[in-house]
């Protein structure tokens, strides 16, 4: 017989938690689609944006600087929203997370390799736009408190946008479908969140409907980063409103938590 | 069934008491969806060390037996113990004790057959080597090999590499070698058997009737949510007691004689011919035979 030696303890969670950390890293590195769609899809925006749309929004700033907050929240909502809807909704309807659910891995640690991976996306597309942005653009990196406040938005931000994205996930009956509502979803949020244009210039009742989802206060609070103060001016409270920016991402954390705990299944409808 | 007393032996009765000895106890097991009945009152029993094949049509309950026994499905009714627990109530202690081939595998991975391995590893106390474990299934080739780039049936063997790795008590295969080719699943069996001689209890599900028979030390024909029987491969159906059927050519017309002595009617047979009796042929029902008669009975 070889029965497992009775005292063979379960490994530790901080050892199975590298091992999930290291299957989702290579699962999104070495995926040509999630890698152009997810990292090149913005920096080649950034790149067309800023070099078509490069006039001056007043105070002697340029579009691009404008854009570079737009975009590196756009970026944030790919690697974490769509790619969890997306990749999690791939994995159960392949199998992949019913055949986990059998195995002994805690399932904090499906979680954690999650968490580790759109982490690992966000800080590489946030470090390629800054790179490109200040060598091509010219772009005036933030200096000071900014930084503190990029950390915060951009993490709380990803933090909302990943619990959603697996919320979604479990709406969709594939990768694929998720990918045929998720992507529309997230370009017309885009479009009405102030990412590609002056948030100041779109319809009153677009600015309210793009207000009820968190691109828009992520967009929000990455300009006050990127943007000189005076320009606050032109946002429609006529101010940053990082304290209400907080709340509403902080807000989403929780309602898509909810949403997850509600409704996250490691198997595919009609197989309960 | 209590048929035969081998039968009787092997099978227990609505009522009687869990086996606590057993790898698997199943007693009033029932499972609804909606209107269906898919298990409708199932007992039974899997020992330690045996290689048990449920066998059934399509749809007669074989996977949802499975599933339930492996904690992925609730029950409606009926008692259930794998491994001395309720895997209604399965922790990761008993989960490491178990080994799970699913009817179908997991999904195109950019990870290599050998990183696939290891992670799955990496969940368990006492896992076995990677590069052992794929000598097994015969993957040692294809370590290198990302798993989105296999073929179906070495993607089958990456399975049970998986579902072998954590060094299981028990190992569940639901339908393991659909859509093997022949040399693949003569490959398939022989490592079934030699992970059998490493102690581990099996329950196989498969429409193969050949892969029951060359596998299993028992076999169950469930149809329509029920065990219509439970017995040794020979003895399905009272098989080896069931008549044997001679045949032969006399006088350019076919013969054939249903007769429980073959050895003493071909012997007299050989007296009458004097030597040999032209086209003889002696055969006794079939696996297919009697199965094919089991669930016919039950529709």
């Given at each position: 017989m070889s029965a497992p030696a009775p005292e063979a303890a379960l490994p530790s969670l901080p050892s199975v938690y590298r091992s999930r950390a290291t299957v989702e890293l290579k699962e999104f590195f070495r995926q040509r689609e999630s890698v152009v769609f997810t990292l090149l899809l913005p920096v080649l925006l950034l790149v067309v944006f800023g070099a078509v749309l490069n006039f001056d929004l007043g105070s002697g700033v340029s579009f691009t600087q404008y854009f570079m907050a737009g975009i590196i929240a756009a970026g944030i909502l790919g690697a974490s929203l769509q790619n969890m809807a997306i990749s999690i909704a791939t994995e159960r309807s392949d199998g992949t997370l019913k055949h986990l659910s059998g195995t002994p891995m805690p399932r904090s640690a499906f979680f954690v390799g999650k968490v580790v991976q759109v982490l690992a996306v966000t800080v590489a597309i946030i470090v390629v736009l800054l790179l490109i942005g200040v060598v091509f653009y010219g772009i005036d990196l933030p200096s000071g408190s900014d930084w503190l406040v990029f950390a915060w938005v951009s993490a709380l931000g990803a933090a909302a946008c990943t619990l959603l994205g697996i919320a979604l996930s479990s709406l969709?009956?594939?990768?694929?479908?998720?990918?045929a509502t998720v992507t529309p979803f997230a370009l017309v949020l885009q479009f009405i969140s102030g990412v590609f244009f002056q948030f100041s210039e779109i319809p009153t009742w677009m600015q309210t409907v793009a207000s009820v989802f968190p691109l828009k206060w992520m967009a929000q609070g990455l300009r006050s980063v990127f943007l000189p103060d005076a320009l606050a001016a032109d946002e429609p409270a006529g101010s940053w409103e990082l304290g209400r920016v907080a709340l509403v991402l902080a807000v989403w954390c929780v309602v898509g938590l909810l949403l997850c705990v509600r409704t996250f299944r490691w198997q595919d409808r009609g197989t309960g | 069934m209590t048929s035969t007393p081998a039968a009787a032996a092997?099978?227990?009765a609505p009522g009687d008491p869990l086996d606590p000895t057993a790898a698997i106890s199943i007693r009033g097991l029932v499972k609804r969806y909606g209107e269906f009945t898919a298990v409708d009152g199932l007992d039974l029993d899997i020992h330690r060390g045996e290689i048990f094949a449920l066998l059934g049509p399509n749809g007669a309950g074989k996977t949802t037996t499975v599933e339930i026994c492996e904690g992925y499905r609730g029950r409606d009714a009926g008692e259930v113990r794998v491994l001395g627990a309720d895997p209604a109530e399965g922790s990761r202690r008993w989960k490491a004790r178990l080994g799970i081939v699913l009817q179908s595998g997991g999904g195109d991975s950019q990870l290599t057959v050998r990183e696939l391995v290891r992670a799955q590893a990496s969940y368990y106390p006492d896992p076995r080597d990677a590069d052992e474990v794929l000598e097994l299934v015969g993957l040692t080739e294809k370590a290198g090999v990302?798993?989105?780039?296999?073929?179906?049936?070495?993607?089958?063997?990456?399975d049970v590499?998986?579902?072998?790795?954590?060094?299981?008590?028990?190992?569940?295969?639901?339908?393991?070698?659909?859509?093997?080719?022949p040399e693949a699943r003569r490959q398939f069996w022989s490592l079934i058997r030699s992970l059998r001689d490493l102690g581990t209890t099996m329950l196989l599900t498969t429409h193969y009737l050949d892969e029951a028979e060359a596998l299993a030390d028992r076999v169950g024909v469930i149809a329509r949510g029920r065990l219509v029987e439970v017995a040794v491969p020979s003895a399905l159906g009272g098989r080896e007691t069931a008549p044997a059927v001679v045949s032969w050519t006399e006088d350019g017309a076919r013969r054939t004689e249903a007769t429980a002595t073959p050895t003493a009617f071909v012997r007299a047979l050989a007296e009458r011919f004097s030597g040999e009796v032209p086209d003889l042929a002696v055969a006794r029902p079939t696996l297919e035979d009697v199965y094919l008669q089991m669930i016919g009975h039950e529709r």
């Open positions: 969709a009956k594939n990768g694929r479908s998720a990918s | 092997v099978r227990p990302r798993g989105r780039a296999l073929s179906g049936g070495q993607r089958r063997r990456l590499a998986l579902g072998i790795v954590g060094r299981p008590e028990l190992l569940f295969l639901d339908e393991p070698t659909t859509g093997f080719d």
